[in-house]
Every structure is written in structure tokens, then in C-alpha cells.
């Protein structure tokens, strides 16, 4: 019996020990600045969150991130496309999508954080569904980076210059890249 109690005692010793020494590695790493975020549902804002990893960029990515998680960061990244296999993979609608960005931007201005908007679903992102998204979302940008495929009708380059929003075309998603890692330094306090 006494020999059952000391090892119970070493096991429960053991497992406390791994699990403080565990506590203080996660606790020690700061968290993400950078909040990455779809809206309209589209794969875009996955690939967007690949390329950060690619370059080493720490972001926190919630496909369906909600207005009570922004005050954690400093920049949201929304990657904007629409999607309707995406919006019932979510089990949401249109309009429910709708209310989640104006959610999303109404939190983001109330908090002053930095929103970087980026379309790279290029000409096969446009139309009736992603453009309902595109005009919730673009007006309010800090920041916009797009493919040059998506422009064709230069609603982008259009917006920027009416609300003075910085513009940045690339012709391949890989090149967003570099730009999504040159406006992260330039944005967030070291």
C-alpha cells in the first residue's frame, strides 16, 4: 500500500512539474497582433493566413472572427471574396455576413485599430456576390492589396483615390506576401 501511494504521489509530482514547466513556455510568447478574417467566406483568407506562416508573420486566423475578439489586436487583416459554398459551410447567409463585417468595421473604427484590406481571389472573386462584400468592406480600409486580375474595372484603384486609401497591385497572390510583411513592420509598434 505504501509503495501504490508513492508512486501515485511521484506520477501527480511529475504531472504537475511537466505541466508548470509548460505554463511558463506558452506564457513567456507574446500573443498575435494581427487578426487575419474572411469576410464573404471565400478560401482566400486561409491562403492569406498560409503566406503570413510562409513568412514567419504571427497572426491569430478566425475565418468567422466576431466584433468581441478586435480589441486584442492592433491590425485585422480581412480578406474579402465571396463565396456561396463557403457561406453555407458556414451556415450563414448573405445578409448575415453583411451584418458580421459591418460588426467587424464598426469595432475596428470604435477601437481606431489599423484595417489592411486585401483582395486576391483576382476576376473570379467579382461579381454580384463578392462585390456586395467588397462595398461593405473597402471604404474603410487603411490599406488595400489586391491582384491586378480583380481590377479590371478599376473599382479598387477608383475607392482608393476617393477616400485616399493606399493602393497596392500585384499580379500574382504570392507577391502579397512581401506587401502583407512590409505593412506589418510599418504598423506595429517594436
Not at 93 to 104: N, S, V
Amino acid at each position: 500500500m505504501k509503495k501504490i501511494k508513492k508512486v501515485l504521489f511521484l506520477t501527480v509530482l511529475v504531472f504537475l512539474t511537466i505541466n508548470i514547466a509548460f505554463s511558463f513556455c506558452f506564457a513567456s510568447e507574446e500573443p498575435a497582433e494581427v487578426l487575419i478574417t474572411s469576410v464573404g467566406q471565400s478560401p482566400d483568407a486561409r491562403m492569406v493566413n498560409v503566406l503570413a506562416t510562409k513568412y514567419k508573420l504571427k497572426v491569430d486566423y478566425q475565418q468567422l472572427a466576431q466584433p468581441d475578439i478586435i480589441k486584442n489586436y492592433k491590425i485585422v487583416v480581412i480578406v474579402v471574396g465571396g463565396s456561396s459554398k463557403g457561406l453555407g459551410a458556414a451556415g450563414i447567409d448573405k445578409e448575415e455576413e453583411l451584418a458580421r463585417a459591418t460588426a467587424l468595421i464598426k469595432e475596428i473604427k470604435i477601437r481606431n485599430i489599423k484595417l489592411l484590406v486585401m483582395h486576391i481571389g483576382g476576376e473570379a472573386r467579382r461579381g454580384v456576390l463578392s462585390d456586395s462584400f467588397i462595398n461593405e468592406v473597402v471604404p474603410y480600409a487603411n490599406h488595400l492589396i489586391i491582384i491586378e486580375a480583380g481590377n479590371k474595372d478599376n473599382y479598387f484603384t477608383n475607392v482608393s483615390k476617393e477616400k485616399e486609401i493606399p493602393l497596392e497591385v500585384v499580379g500574382k497572390i504570392l507577391e502579397t506576401g512581401n506587401l502583407l510583411q512590409k505593412y506589418f513592420q510599418n504598423n506595429l509598434e517594436k
